[in-house]
């Protein structure tokens, strides 16, 4: 088993930055590929950022590119989403989410989510 706890969201105004935070506890924390993932009222939810076991591989979702970052700090256990730029439709709730097999932007591939943190980007 594997918990996931996200934190650093909150209210911003467009333009602004957040960074958040996902803190794991469990199993080996390297030995997963980490992902998050944000839904906005009456959506699916949708992949926003991936980060490979080894921090090679970090997929993006189009709408962030260039202005969200993922990382991780596997001495920490704790995976990031620095967000520049951010823009009201950036508003949701954030989610992060672990993965056992390889890096993947479908949260169908991943086994374990946090509660999330809600994000919300004022015009």
């Known amino acids: 088993q594997v918990q996931l706890v996200e934190s650093g969201g909150g209210l911003v105004q467009a333009g602004g930055s957040l960074r958040l935070s996902c803190a794991a506890s469990?199993?080996?924390?390297?030995?997963?590929?980490m992902g998050w993932f944000r839904q906005a009222p009456g959506k699916e939810r949708e992949f926003v950022a991936a980060?490979?076991?080894?921090?090679?591989?970090?997929p993006y979702a189009d709408s962030v590119k260039g202005r969200f970052t993922i990382s991780r700090d596997n001495a920490k256990s704790t995976v990031y989403l620095q967000m520049n730029s951010l823009k009201p439709e950036d508003t949701a709730v954030y989610y992060c989410?672990?993965?056992?097999?390889?890096?993947?932007?479908?949260?169908?591939?991943?086994?374990?989510w946090g509660q999330g943190t809600r994000v919300t980007v004022s015009s």
């Open positions: 989410a672990a993965t056992g097999v390889v890096v993947s932007t479908s949260r169908y591939n991943y086994d374990y």
């Open positions: 469990g199993r080996t924390f390297r030995n997963y590929a």
């Open positions: 980060i490979s076991r080894s921090g090679g591989r970090t």
